[in-house]
Structure formats: structure tokens, C-alpha cells
T-cell receptor, first 112, second 116 residues
Framework: SQKIEQNSEALNIQEGKTATLTCNYT??????LQWYRQDPGRGPVFLLL?????KEKRKERLKVTFDTTLKQSLFHITASQPADSATYLC???????????FGPGTRLSVLP | DAGVIQSPRHEVTEMGQEVTLRCKPI?????LFWYRQTMMRGLELLIY????????DSGMPEDRFSAKMPNASFSTLKIQPSEPRDSAVYFC??????????????FGPGTRLTVL
């Protein structure tokens, strides 16, 4: 069965540095990969989607890569700020945009 | 748009009682999802509907759980009888037709359920 892993349950970095979060999947070949942000006490909020034929996608300080050979997506936040502190979830999707399974999430803390 | 609306926001009940969670999706969205989130198991899909029809309910834990979507603007998740292990945050999410791509899900604020 498919498995989704996200690096370390928690990640602490200093303000201004680049945060890099990893999403690895096995027994699955997604056509899309979505990233969501979840703040305590709230539902996840969509951030970015990347397609399998896209190597990289950017949105402001966010950058996502998708390596189908490594079966991995990397999520980068440049010039991180304390307001970026949250849990980040990845969600691989199949060709039809289905298969609604989320990774366990990585809790990011940006320290001032 | 008000976004996905869930009620109640908090529910505390005693073991054995019936619990009904409610969800109003975003107008125009044709997918509706029910998720459960716990520290141990993360965010788990319970069931999802497309055009009011249940498509995949393989995530529903057992017969004590049931979900309905009588129309495009309302869905319920019912637990009967409830057990302490059902304590979790339950999220409803909706999604517009994906066309040729994969559109994002919009999540509600969740219902925090505590079963004593």
C-alpha cells in the first residue's frame, strides 16, 4: 500500500534562514502533489500544487520541487519569518486528481 | 463566500450517545470530504461525495459511523453509539470540479469531539 512520509515531525530554524521540508512517497506514482499549511485549531489551507511534468513551482517566498525519480517533493520557504510557523502537509494525487491521502505533516517553528 | 461551515465547533458527549456533525460546503463545489485528525493517526479521509453521491467510504472506521449528503449544500456525519476513541477533530472540506487538473480542497474550521 502507498506510504507518505514527511521529514521529521518538527523542524526548528532561525528567522531569515531557508526552511526545507521533505515529502517522500512509496508504492505510488502521483501526477500531482499539493502542499497545505495548518495552523493550530484550524483546518489546512492550500498553498501550492505541482504537476509531475513540472520540476519547480514558485509563489512568493515558497518554492516546491517534484522529483518523480526520487519519489520526493521538497518544499522551501526562503527568508523565513516567525509567522511561517505552522504544520505543513503534503498530499499526492493521481491522474484524476483523486486519492485523497495526506502526509503526517512537519511542524515548523521559526525562531526570532 | 463564507467558506466551508461546520457545526458544532465543539462537542462533548458521553460514551454511548449519538453524535451528529454538520457541514455546509462552498456553493458550486461538487466534492465533499469528511476527515478525522488525531495526533496519533494524522489527517485521515473517512468518506467523500461527488455530486451528493458517496464515492469512497473505505475510511469509515466501522458501522457506528455513517454519512449522508441529502443535497448539494448539506452533509452530516453521524456516530452512533460514540466511544472515547472517537475523540478527535473532524474536518469537512469541499472542492470544485477539477476539470483536467487537481483543484485544492477548502477545509472548514473543524469540530472538536470529546467522548467521555
Amino acid at each position: 500500500s502507498q506510504k507518505i512520509e514527511q521529514n521529521s515531525e518538527a523542524l526548528n530554524i532561525q528567522e531569515g534562514k531557508t526552511a526545507t521540508l521533505t515529502c517522500n512517497y512509496t508504492n505510488y506514482s502521483p501526477a500531482y502533489l499539493q502542499w497545505y499549511r495548518q495552523d493550530p485549531g484550524r483546518g489546512p489551507v492550500f498553498l501550492l500544487l505541482i504537476r509531475e511534468n513540472e520540476k519547480e513551482k514558485r509563489k512568493e517566498r515558497l518554492k516546491v520541487t517534484f522529483d518523480t525519480t526520487l519519489k520526493q517533493s521538497l518544499f522551501h520557504i526562503t527568508a523565513s519569518q516567525p509567522a511561517d510557523s505552522a504544520t505543513y502537509l503534503c498530499a499526492p494525487l493521481d491522474n484524476y486528481g483523486q486519492n485523497f491521502v495526506f502526509g503526517p505533516g512537519t511542524r515548523l517553528s521559526v525562531l526570532p | 463566500d463564507a467558506g466551508v461551515i461546520q457545526s458544532p465547533r465543539h462537542e462533548v458527549t458521553e460514551m454511548g450517545q449519538e453524535v451528529t456533525l454538520r457541514c455546509k460546503p462552498i456553493s458550486g463545489h461538487d466534492y465533499l470530504f469528511w476527515y478525522r485528525q488525531t495526533m496519533m493517526r494524522g489527517l485521515e479521509l473517512l468518506i467523500y461525495f461527488n455530486n451528493n453521491v458517496p464515492i469512497d467510504d473505505s475510511g469509515m472506521p466501522e458501522d457506528r459511523f455513517s454519512a449522508k449528503m441529502p443535497n448539494a449544500s448539506f452533509s452530516t456525519l453521524k456516530i452512533q453509539p460514540s466511544e472515547p476513541r472517537d475523540s478527535a477533530v473532524y474536518f469537512c472540506a469541499s472542492r470544485r470540479p477539477s476539470g483536467q487538473g487537481a483543484s485544492e480542497q477548502f477545509f472548514g474550521p473543524g469540530t472538536r469531539l470529546t467522548v467521555l
